[in-house]
Structure formats: C-alpha cells, structure tokens
C-alpha cells in the first residue's frame, strides 16, 4: 500500500519558471490538500479538495494552481516560480470525516534561485 | 477562521523524565477533532493521538497523553519517560467537522510547532 506518493523530492527553479508537483493516493481518499512549511509559521494551507472536480482556496492560494479530475490525484501547479515560494511542500489526504488524521506524502524541498 | 497557537518555539528534556508541549486554539464551532504531529528530521509526519472535541476523557497513546480543557481551549500533549526517538518537531491541529455545514470543508490547521530536543 502506497499511501501519499509525492514527487519530486527536491526541485530548484529560476524565477518565472514554471512547474507541477504531482501527488497520488492510493486510499481512496476524498479530502486532499496542500501545504507549505517555513520554519516559525507551521504548515500552511494552500489549496485542497473535497472530491473529484471540487478544488477551493486554503490560506495561501496566491501563485498556484489546482486541479482535481480524479479522485487519486491533486497536482499543484506553480505559475511563474518566486523566491518567497522557496519551501518544503506536503500533499495529504484523509477521509472526508472530522475524526480522519491526514496521510502525508513525504514532500519536496523546493528552492527558488 | 479557527486559529492554532503553540507558544513554545523549543522545549527540552532529559531523557526518562516528562515534558509538556502547549497548544491554544481558538474556534466558534461545537464539534471538531485535535490532533498532535511528530515531525522528525527525516521531515515525516507522523500521528501522534487525536480528541475529538465532544469526549472529556483525555485520550491515551502509550507514553503520550492530552490534558483536553475544552472551555479554555487548550490541548496540551505530555510525554512521559522521554526517550531520545522523541526528539523532533511536534505540531498541534485543529480539524473542523466536514459535515457540519458552513465551508470549513473540514479543513486541517496546524500551530507553528514546537521544537523537543531529549538530552541523554
């Protein structure tokens, strides 16, 4: 059982490039988001899902992109790359119930040059 | 919005002893879930215990216990007889219920962690 993949690892772009990190669970999962984490301020929401062709907005939505087409798969798109999006990022997924715990992807460390 | 606060930047212990992490969280809403995350270096997260909002027995994980005080919003996380694995970063969440209406959707907060560093 797979759980969250999330690819790639680490990733550095150069300002205004543009790329997708890509996330896949296998669990069936309706609930999926992501988040960014920069030290002293925790994990922030970007965007999530709460099910196939349903995305909204998190806390920090401004430069990227969401889709959600199948039920396995959340990618986040980043437009024109910044230095202020230089982070580590984590996909999770859980169960669309209060009590569920979020499953995370092990994240990729993006730089931003 | 519903908001996480975890006041403590890092905390230490020797190892076998006990130490407790603090969470506050502010929230209008009746029912939800909190959970605490174990980050270590390896960047994982990993689920440490989970209270759901509506049951006033602290939940018990082992080594790892809350103290759940639901009036004054505070979900703090005790370790006992701390062991250097403990070493890591820990992260408080707040979970509003999907089903409840409104367009929380659910939606996971975190705090801004808390850096426990085990001394042998």
């Known amino acids: 059982n797979a759980g969250v993949t999330q690819t790639p690892k680490f990733q550095v772009l150069k300002t205004g490039q543009s790329m997708t990190l890509q996330c896949a669970q296998d669990?069936?999962?309706?609930?999926m988001s992501w988040y960014r984490q920069d030290p002293g301020m925790g994990l922030r929401l970007i965007h999530y899902s709460v099910g196939a062709g349903i995305t909204d907005q998190g806390e920090v939505p401004n430069g990227y992109n969401v889709s959600r087409s199948t039920t396995e798969d959340f990618p986040l798109r980043l437009l024109s790359a910044a230095p202020s999006q230089t982070s580590v990022y984590f996909c999770a997924s859980s169960q669309r119930t209060v009590n569920s715990p979020l499953h995370f992807g092990n994240g990729t460390r993006l730089t931003v040059t | 919005a519903q908001t996480v606060t975890q006041s403590q930047p890092e905390m230490s212990v020797q190892e076998a002893e006990t130490v407790t992490l603090s969470c506050t969280y502010d929230t209008s809403e009746s029912d939800y879930y909190l959970f605490w995350y174990k980050q270590p270096p390896s960047r994982q997260m990993i689920l440490v215990i989970r209270?759901?909002?509506?049951?006033?027995q602290n939940a018990t994980e082992n080594r790892f216990s809350v103290n759940f005080q639901k009036a004054a919003k505070s979900f703090s996380l005790k370790i006992s007889d701390s062991q250097l694995g403990d070493a890591a970063m820990y992260f408080c969440?707040?979970?509003?219920?999907?089903?409840?209406?409104?367009?929380?959707?659910?939606?996971?907060?975190f705090g801004q962690g808390t850096i426990l560093t085990v001394h042998p």
């Open positions: 669990m069936n999962h309706e609930y």
């Open positions: 209270q759901e909002a509506y049951k006033q």
């Open positions: 969440a707040y979970r509003s219920d999907p089903n409840a209406g409104g367009t929380s959707y659910g939606k996971l907060t």
